[in-house]
């Protein structure tokens, strides 16, 4: 198996979250010095000037993040696409989160019935949903919620001026906005 190939996949894969070191010295079958050698290469390899992210190592937890020198060309591109109008599966996933909030992108995905971790992601650099902390449960799955950029967007001055769903019928209908 090439181990660094397989770190990238499990880092792409995993996204903001990045990966536990332990889960992978596990995953990989090695020890605590093989592993260690393993993640310094690695991010090694990616300080190297023709990537644009890095590998970083937060506690136990290793993950991509983007280079410093390259944050004024997102943000430009960012308020470039913030001009452009919401797709259809980011105005249902900001539906979710204004109604259910706090929420966890698990329990976004349960109702919208498709992996929402990109478009969670694409929210979050819009300035529409942020982080607001984990939630208690196994794993600690973070929590969103939405902005004060949303109730800029949809011209709202709180949430309170969401127009009114009944839970139980959407339920019925087609499966939306299950209550717990």
């Known amino acids: 198996m090439n181990y660094q190939s397989a770190l990238e996949s499990l880092l792409f894969a995993f996204g903001d979250e990045g990966v536990s ?3 992978v010295k ?11 050698s393993l993640i310094e290469a690695f991010m090694d390899r990616y300080r190297q000037d023709d990537h ?3 590998c970083v190592k937060y506690g136990n937890r290793i993950k991509f993040i983007t280079k410093k020198e390259h944050h ?7 308020d470039i696409n913030t001009e452009r109008q919401l797709s259809q599966a ?7 989160i204004a109604y259910k909030q706090p929420i966890t992108r698990v329990e976004i995905e349960e109702i919208r019935g498709v992996n929402s971790d990109m478009m969670c992601r694409r929210l979050e650099a819009m300035d529409l949903i942020v982080e607001v ?3 208690d449960t196994v794993g600690k799955p973070i929590l969103y919620e939405v902005t004060p950029s949303f109730l800029d967007v949809f011209k709202l001055t709180s949430l309170k001026e969401l127009p009114e769903i009944k839970f ?13």
């Open 21 to 23: 070191i332990d889960e």
């Open 26 to 36: 596990d995953m990989f079958e090695m020890d605590a010095t093989e592993i260690e």
């Open 52 to 54: 644009g992210v890095e």
């Open 72 to 78: 004024g060309l997102i943000t430009s591109f960012l």
């Open 90 to 96: 980011a105005l249902e996933t900001l539906a979710i």
């Open 133 to 135: 902390g984990r939630a």
């Open 168 to 180: 139980e019928e959407m339920e019925e209908e087609n499966g939306l906005f299950k209550r717990d």
